[in-house]
Nanobody, 126 residues
Framework: QVQLVESGGGSVQAGGSLRLSCAAFGYAYTSYCMAWVRRASGKEREGVAAIDSDGSTFYADTVKGRFTISKDNAKNTLYLQMNSLKPEDTAMYYC????????????????????WGQGTQVTVSS
């Protein structure tokens, strides 16, 4: 059974930083595509960043240059370093995984990941 557990959300002022973590259990972690997807209140879900099984990374234009996705295979943990946060980054952030490499599809819109975490809230105040 695949399980994804996020942590690291919180409240921060604009310009600040946060690091989200996603601990993964129950599958061949290194062979999966991992991603961060967010949903702001009243808005559509948005793919933020993804890392394919070969290590290729993909970012939404809205976070390029500010967010960095990475993973520690030894710890089965995915990270999202978020710098220069803006109020519009406020959202629930979800960790997602799939055995298909969906990074390119995600940034183009429409990736449907198979596995999801419960989410962690990020709130950025101005």
């Amino acid at each position: 059974q695949v399980q994804l557990v996020e942590s690291g959300g919180g409240s921060v002022q604009a310009g600040g930083s946060l690091r989200l973590s996603c601990a993964a259990f129950g599958y061949a972690y290194t062979s999966y595509c991992m991603a961060w997807v967010r949903r702001a209140s009243g808005k559509e879900r948005e793919g933020v960043a993804a890392i394919d099984s070969d290590g290729s990374t993909f970012y939404a234009d809205t976070v390029k240059g500010r967010f960095t996705i990475s993973k520690d295979n030894a710890k089965n943990t995915l990270y999202l370093q978020m710098n220069s946060l803006k109020p519009e980054d406020t959202a629930m952030y979800y960790c997602a995984a799939d055995f298909r490499d969906l990074g390119r599809t995600m940034v183009a819109g429409g990736a449907d990941f198979r596995y999801w975490g419960q989410g962690t809230q990020v709130t950025v105040s101005s």
